[in-house]
């Protein structure tokens, strides 16, 4: 296990290079050119330039999150051509650089969902909640009266440029059925997969977050079933998922262990984070511990360990702890809090496996 930090850039995190550096066990960081719309190819000279400030710090650039994808592949729309071509082109630049793994997702219009960015926890933190209810009861428009009003909204995980165009989003989505998605995805994959296997870069897909449908939009990369489904599209090493058990262990029909011992050979990636499920639907995130919420992370990393895991992890999303003003989710204290809980399970493992 390579374990590495999301960081998200010099003047886009609070969090300095000099502290990822003393979390113990870390490699790299998990980057990204954060300001680079979706659709646009990288430009060379950026790429190198987070390569030089990560590597003055002794730390790797070798995964990315996210390489976003453009919403006219996901729609399939003529000109997604165009913008997949930029895509190849971001692959080959970023291995030049020495990249080794690429995260991406494949949901439509929205990334990851959540109501609350700061619910207070019993213990006086702060953490990131999902109320169901909520969701489902809410008009995803009212969003863009709130964009409209303020220019300053944003939301978590998604560029602001997409919050802009919401309403021709969803138009253009309407008729688009998980088929048709699936589809997209495979003309997606066909173009991509052989330019990553000529450039030794891992493709690996973000299961949706929540997963499941919400907004009526159709989300795929949901459960067991379609992440074999979709393996079997392109049956390559380098055709493979970002496992993140907070994502899949928001329903508490994934076993994400045995998800892990099943697709070990296909996960160049792991998030690995705990989350407490109600049952109502909702949850919130909490500390990594297992017996903190419904995922069994001691498993988890039990599963890792003895499939002979040498991907990357990383820790994910954190509560928000000791004052830390930071980004919904990227604190560095429970983030860090986190890496020593799954270092002290897989050390141990390590110690009673000889
Ligand atoms: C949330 C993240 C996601 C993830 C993307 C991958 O914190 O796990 O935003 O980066 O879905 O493309």
Not at 75 to 98: F, S, V
Not at 218 to 232: A, G, Y
Request: net charge negative; hydrophobic share 40%; glycine share 6%.
């Amino acid at each position: 296990m390579r374990m590495v930090f999301r960081w998200f850039g010099e003047g886009n995190d609070r969090i300095p290079l000099e502290h990822i550096r003393q979390i113990p066990g870390v490699e790299g960081v998990v980057w990204a050119l954060h300001d680079i719309p979706a659709g646009e190819e990288w430009p060379m000279d950026r790429i190198l330039q987070v390569k030089e400030q990560a590597e003055k710090h002794g730390l790797n650039i070798d995964v990315v999150e996210s390489v976003n994808v453009h919403e006219d592949i996901k729609l399939g729309l003529p000109t997604r051509d165009r913008y997949i071509e930029n895509y190849k082109k971001t692959i080959e630049r970023l291995a030049q650089a020495g990249v080794k793994v690429i995260c991406y997702n494949f949901m439509p219009i929205f990334d990851w969902t959540r109501t609350d960015l700061f619910k207070k926890l019993e213990d006086g933190s702060t953490a990131l909640f999902f109320e169901k209810e909520k969701v489902e009861s809410m008009d995803p428009l009212d969003l863009v009266a709130k964009i409209d009003a303020d220019p300053q909204f944003t939301m978590p995980g998604w560029e602001p440029e997409r919050l802009k165009h919401l309403t021709s989003l969803f138009e253009a989505y309407k008729g688009v059925s998980e088929e048709d998605l699936w589809n997209n995805l495979e003309y997606f994959l066909k173009q991509i997969i052989p330019v990553a296997e000529i450039n030794n870069i891992k493709m690996a897909i973000h299961p949706d977050d929540p997963p499941w449908s919400i907004f009526g939009l159709p989300r795929i990369m949901t459960n067991k079933d379609n992440i074999k489904r979709f393996l079997n599209i392109i049956d390559s090493p380098y055709n493979g998922v970002t496992l993140c058990s907070g994502s899949l262990g928001a329903n508490p029909n994934n076993n994400i262990a045995d998800m892990v011992r099943e697709f070990a050979d296909r996960i160049p990636f792991a998030h690995i984070r705990n989350v407490k499920v109600y049952e109502n639907g909702d949850f919130v995130e909490t500390s990594h511990r297992t017996s903190d919420g419904s995922v069994d992370i001691t498993e988890i990393v039990k599963a890792y360990h003895e499939t002979g895991f040498t991907g990357y992890a990383r820790p994910d999303h954190g509560r928000h702890i000791f004052d830390e003003e930071c980004r919904p989710g990227y604190g560095l204290y429970d983030r860090a809090l986190g890496i020593m809980y799954l270092w002290g399970i897989w050390d141990t493992l390590q110690r009673t496996a000889k």
